[in-house]
């Protein structure tokens, strides 16, 4: 059992990747030759853990893997990672969840998931986990595993006042409205965006509409990724949407790009809790802009060291302001002390 409070708590999907490099993809009945195959760690829930440790965060993971290879392959790849595994389950039930995928030479793709455990996680798992989740800093939720299970640990977490992430990926049309109730921070992409407001997000002013949409559903604030071009953010108590726009790179794959967004803002709402969203979101773009540099998921999500040192500051004008609150502070009951001298003697000698 966990002894120490956490940052992140991740309560989703892992998954393995199985994937299948050929000259194109077979059709129905046909076998053909590939030239390369590897496998690789997935499912979005594990990623954006992954991510969130590899920035220093204290993480666990609350998922389920089968009682097989792929699945003691993956808690050894959380151990590795430095993410707490006190609540990665393993069941005889179902396999590890895993992704059949055939990338042809034009990049295309075909993929089979098979969710397997990842479904069966759900409310005693959540109840297990329950002392940890309510002293964590936050919780991220995605759509990998079954919705309610997802729901059930936003709300858990909202109980006991610990921040919420909530990735509704992969989108489902007909989100229960309970879930952007249940969300500190909506994050999701354009497409995801797309299908849960029926309107059409393609460029920044899309998303600012998409946005604005989303945050009347009941979430305190939105944040809709755009690829090369950062995000837009949106706050219940702000009136203005922000683009928050990011230095675009050559992407060499940006499969987890997302993920590794979302791995990145819960780190910083642990880390920086009075630290302004748009900030983070500043911070989390550039973080899953190294990602995109290089091939892979998890593979490609960086380090701490590999950071620069402005990425895991605290923003000179936040510690300014903090000074400047706190010298107001001294102030303000310097004055206090001056006109009530006895007061404040006659506290202390009974102290
Ligand atoms: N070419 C790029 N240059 C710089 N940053 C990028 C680029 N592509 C993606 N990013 C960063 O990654 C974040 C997430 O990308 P995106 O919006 O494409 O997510 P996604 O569609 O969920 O990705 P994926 O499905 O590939 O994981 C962006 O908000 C941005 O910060
Ligand atoms: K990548």
């Known amino acids: 059992m966990t002894e120490e409070a956490l ?22 009945g046909e076998t ?71 990338v042809n030479s034009a990049g295309e793709n075909a993929i089979v998931i098979v969710a397997g455990a990842n479904m069966l996680l759900g409310s005693e798992e959540l ?4 002392p940890a989740i309510k002293q964590a800093k936050v919780l991220v939720c995605q759509l990998e595993i079954s919705p309610q299970t997802s729901l059930l640990a936003l709300q858990m977490a909202q109980e006991n006042k610990v921040k919420t992430i909530f990735n509704p990926a992969p ?57 090369p071009q950062g995000c837009v953010v949106l706050e219940a108590e702000e009136s203005a949407s922000k683009h928050v726009p990011t230095t675009a790179v050559t992407a060499v794959d940006t499969t987890g790009a997302g993920d590794s967004f979302t791995g990145a803002l819960a780190f910083y709402m642990a880390h920086y809790p009075t630290m302004p969203l748009e900030e983070m979101a500043r911070r989390a773009n550039r973080v899953a802009g190294v990602s995109v540099q290089a091939v892979g998921t998890q593979a ?31 102030v303000d009951s310097g004055a206090y002390r001056r006109k009530r001298p006895r007061f404040i003697s006659s506290n202390l000698s009974r102290g």
């Open 171 to 227: 989108a489902i049309p007909d989100l229960d409205a309970a879930f952007y109730r249940a969300s500190d921070v909506f994050c999701c992409n354009e497409s995801e965006a797309e299908l849960l407001t029926g309107s059409s997000v393609v460029n920044v002013e899309d998303a600012h509409r998409a946005g604005r949409e989303l945050l009347k559903r009941g979430c305190r604030s939105v944040v809709i990724t755009l690829g």
């Open 32 to 102: 053909i030759h590939g030239h390369k195959f590897f496998i690789g760690f997935g499912g979005k829930g594990a990623n954006q853990c992954i991510q969130a440790a590899r920035l220093g965060a204290k993480t666990a993971m609350v998922c389920k893997v089968g009682k097989d290879f792929f699945g003691d392959n993956y808690i050894q790849n959380f151990k590795d990672n430095g993410v707490n595994t006190d609540f990665v389950g393993q069941t005889s039930d179902a396999a590890t969840g895993a992704a059949s995928i055939i």
């Open 127 to 130: 109840q297990n986990a329950l």
């Open 300 to 330: 490609s999500y960086p380090l701490r060291k590999d950071l620069p040192a402005e990425l895991l500051q605290m923003p000179t004008i936040v510690c300014t302001v903090s000074q400047w609150c706190f010298q107001i502070f001294q």
């Open 7 to 28: 940052d992140v708590m991740v309560v989703g999907s892992c998954m393995t990747d199985l994937v299948s490099q050929a000259p194109r993809l077979p059709k129905a």
